[in-house]
């Protein structure tokens, strides 16, 4: 069974490999002649296998092996640019450095799954939901640890099960000092302008909410037709949630 190309390489991605037929053997042979019934002989990368298959759930038995717990160099040199990025996103108002964590989180979660975009991985959408195993889950973890430079657990995906939940503690991580972003305080619209800076701006366009703040902008609700053109127009696909946001807020303000 573990013979078919596509098990042997799901297999392999996991950490156990197929066995040398002669070494296998000899294993066999000695167990027989050694009488021994209660013995397993495998081929296992434990650094590759053990963060995915405890990722979900602590494994009593493997913890008892020493190869097993060792984290192994995979897991000991911190990347170069997580403090460039640290440094990128302090310079950033909050609700903008929270959008920018959901979309980093969003684009690699895409490629952990082998997608193009960012956009097949919706914020508020259930990573198990959209294909992640623990071997998946492991692979994203490493992603995200390459970026941020933070030590991520492998359990990531289980502790926070969807991107907007994995990118807030990202930024909780990033910058432990800085007020909860959900949490509205004195400000009311806390939590409208966080959801509206994390929605893409095609996807407005999708809900047909576009002209509606267009027409805010514009300080006129009763215009029917949004600008298409001329010095005047906005190029709302150049726009992300928030710019959009303070558009609105500054001309209904005037």
């Known amino acids: 069974m573990a013979t078919e190309p596509g ?16 070494t296998a053997l000899a294993a066999l042979q000695r167990a027989l002649d050694e009488d021994v019934s209660g013995l397993t002989v495998t081929a296992t990368d434990w650094a590759a296998f053990l963060p995915a298959f405890t990722a979900a759930r602590p494994s009593p038995l493997l913890s008892e ?39 980093l989180v969003r684009t690699e979660a895409a490629a952990t799954l082998g997608h193009s975009g960012a956009d097949a991985v919706p914020a508020e959408r259930a990573l198990r939901d959209l294909g992640f195993d623990s ?3 492991v692979d994203l973890r490493n992603r995200l640890k390459a970026v941020t430079g933070l030590a991520l657990p492998a359990s990531l995906v289980f502790d926070h099960p ?3 939940a ?19 305080g004195d400000d009311p619209d806390a939590a409208v302008r966080a959801a509206l ?7 407005l366009r999708k809900a047909g909410l576009l002209e509606l703040i267009l027409q805010l902008a514009d300080g006129d609700p009763a215009t029917t037709d949004a600008p298409t053109g ?25």
């Open 197 to 203: 800076a994390a929605v893409p701006p095609a996807r």
């Open 65 to 103: 092996l020493a190869r097993a717990t060792d984290p192994g160099p995979a897991d000991a040199p911190e990347p170069e640019d997580g403090p460039g990025l640290r440094d990128r996103l302090a310079e950033l108002p909050d609700v903008e450095r929270t959008r920018l964590l959901l979309d």
């Open 162 to 164: 969807n991107a907007t």
């Open 7 to 22: 098990l042997a390489a799901e297999l392999a991605r996991r950490g156990v490999h197929p066995m040398d037929p002669d």
């Open 230 to 254: 001329g010095s005047d127009a906005h190029d709302l696909d150049a726009l992300d949630g928030e710019s959009l946001l303070r558009l609105a807020a500054e001309t209904t303000s005037d």
């Open 166 to 184: 994995v990118a807030g503690h990202l930024r909780t991580e990033l910058f432990p000092d800085a007020p909860d972003a959900t949490d509205a």
């Open 135 to 137: 071997v998946s889950a």
